[in-house]
């Protein structure tokens, strides 16, 4: 079992910054890719940001020069941070792992629970 555990979302003003945290625990043998997603209402969960195991990241053209990924494996623990933010931000947000729960190759993804952003005009 996998438990992916979101902070650091809340109510901040147009232009502010906040950073979320995702840390994963459970039965983890190793985590390749983590993420982070977000769905406003009514609409359909998007990518923000993922980072690979080796650090490599990919953003959503609406964020790129905003948001910054990051992650720290010795705490299997990925980041966002936030800045410059925007109306059309708010969002819950939600982290993704992709795990290795054994010595077999197989991942397995796993998702957090969500933390609101809520950004003020």
């Known amino acids: 079992q996998v438990q992916l555990v979101e902070s650091g979302g809340g109510l901040v003003q147009a232009g502010g910054s906040l950073r979320l945290s995702c840390a994963a625990s459970?039965?983890?043998?190793?985590?390749?890719?983590m993420g982070w997603y977000r769905q406003a209402p009514g609409k359909q969960r998007d990518l923000v940001a993922t980072?690979?195991?080796?650090?490599?990241?990919n953003y959503a053209d609406s964020v790129k020069g905003r948001f910054t990924i990051s992650r720290d494996n010795a705490k299997n623990t990925v980041y966002l941070q936030m800045n410059s933010l925007k109306p059309e931000d708010t969002a819950v947000y939600y982290c993704?792992?992709?795990?290795?729960?054994?010595?077999?190759?197989?991942?397995?993804?796993?998702w957090g629970q969500g933390t609101q952003v809520t950004v003020s005009s």
């Open positions: 459970g039965s983890i043998f190793s985590i390749n890719a």
């Open positions: 993704n792992a992709d795990v290795r729960i054994s010595v077999l190759p197989q991942t397995y993804p796993y």
């Open positions: 980072i690979t195991s080796s650090t490599s990241t």
